[in-house]
Nanobody, 124 residues
Framework: QVQLVESGGGLVQAGGSLRLSCTTS?????????MGWFRQAPGKEREFVAS????????YYADSVKGRFTISRDNAKNTVYLQMNSLKPEDTAVYYC????????????????WGQGTQVTVSS
């Protein structure tokens, strides 16, 4: 079974930065998995934030975070990161990392494994 554990969430003022981490363990070859970050705000559906191909050289971003967030991965540490800069109150949500075999995707339904989520709160 694959386990994903997110960390790095917290409370930050608008304009600030946070870096989320997601470490994977279990029966997996992390380096062959595509990884994604999603978020869910209260009363809203889970939405795509960013994803990264297993090689690390192909990434996708939601338009709402493009230019502010950066996804990266360290396959030696089985960890994927989400660097979030210039945070806005509308970025407030629970952030989830997810993994899947095969090609990278922006669709939540395509991902096989999910973390428990980490809360990010941006105050105005």
């Amino acid at each position: 079974q694959v386990q994903l554990v997110e960390s790095g969430g917290g409370l930050v003022q608008a304009g600030g930065s946070l870096r989320l981490s997601c470490t994977t363990s279990g029966r997996t070859s992390f380096s062959t998995y595509a990884m994604g970050w999603f978020r869910q705000a209260p009363g809203k559906e889970r939405e795509f934030v960013a994803s990264i191909w297993w090689t690390g050289d192909i990434t996708y971003y939601a338009d709402s975070v493009k230019g502010r967030f950066t996804i990266s991965r360290d396959n030696a540490k089985n960890t994927v990161y989400l660097q979030m800069n210039s945070l806005k109150p509308e970025d407030t949500a629970v952030y989830y990392c997810a993994s899947k075999t095969g090609v990278v995707s922006t669709r939540a339904a395509a991902y096989n494994y999910w973390g428990q989520g980490t809360q990010v709160t941006v105050s105005s």
